[in-house]
């Protein structure tokens, strides 16, 4: 199984970037997928998941709503993570995950190396 996050990088604030996730190893149209991000001395943050489906997504973490779309494209067993009027307290490590849900409580079982973004001036 592998999960092979990309498309960090700096951004200034107020500007965007689209993250990637390729996967492979397992059957991905059978699993919900998540992003999820952790910064320096912080917990991990449920930042965006979508259904195995893609006709259901969710965004756990209240500061991303409005900003952060999530979609998935099952032709080429990728998720991304499109990120627009970023701040600052958006920086941290991003990773994906394949799980069993959108939900805050749902189990993801395989998990990528993350991607770094650093939003600064």
């Known amino acids: 199984v592998q999960l092979q996050a990309s498309g960090g990088g700096l951004v200034q604030p107020g500007g965007s970037l689209r993250l990637s996730c390729a996967a492979s190893g397992f059957t991905f149209t059978s699993y919900a997928m998540g992003w999820f991000r952790q910064a320096p001395g912080k917990e991990r943050e449920f930042v965006a998941a979508?259904?195995?489906?893609?006709?259901?997504?969710?965004y756990p973490t209240d500061s991303v709503k409005g900003r952060f779309t999530i979609s998935r494209d099952d032709a080429k067993n990728t998720v991304y993570l499109q990120m627009d009027s970023l701040k600052p307290e958006d920086t941290a490590v991003y990773y994906c995950?394949?799980?069993?849900?959108?939900?805050?409580?749902?189990?993801?079982?395989?998990w990528g190396q993350g991607t770094l973004v650093t939003v600064s001036s």
């Open positions: 995950a394949a799980g069993r849900g959108i939900h805050r409580n749902s189990e993801y079982i395989y």
């Open positions: 979508i259904s195995c489906s893609g006709g259901g997504s969710a």
